[in-house]
């Protein structure tokens, strides 16, 4: 589907230069799974910040081709 591969293209864009101090809701995080931003502050909006761990068991992120986890680092501060 075009659409997707745009959002995967978008999301390669976002996750390799300087991002901005909050994402948007429709930044895709994890493109295996199709997880976008607004996914992760829904699952995370009780605890107010990103749990990996939650977000594994919730969406299967970091089970399929690892990028999400492996650039965790430059997008978990820019949820919330």
Known sequence: D????????????????????????????CECFCVNVRDIREACAELGEVNLDLLRTRFSMGEGC???????????????
């Not at 978008?10 to 429709?26: G, H, S, V």
């Not at 690892?66 to 919330?80: H, L, P, T, V, Y």
Request: hydrophobic content about 40%.
């Open 66 to 80: 690892q990028g999400c986890m492996k650039s965790a680092s430059e997008w978990m501060n820019k949820i919330f």
């Open 2 to 29: 075009k659409e997707f591969l745009r959002q995967v293209d978008q999301a390669d864009e976002f996750l390799t230069q300087n991002l901005p101090e909050k994402l948007t809701d429709d930044v895709l995080i």
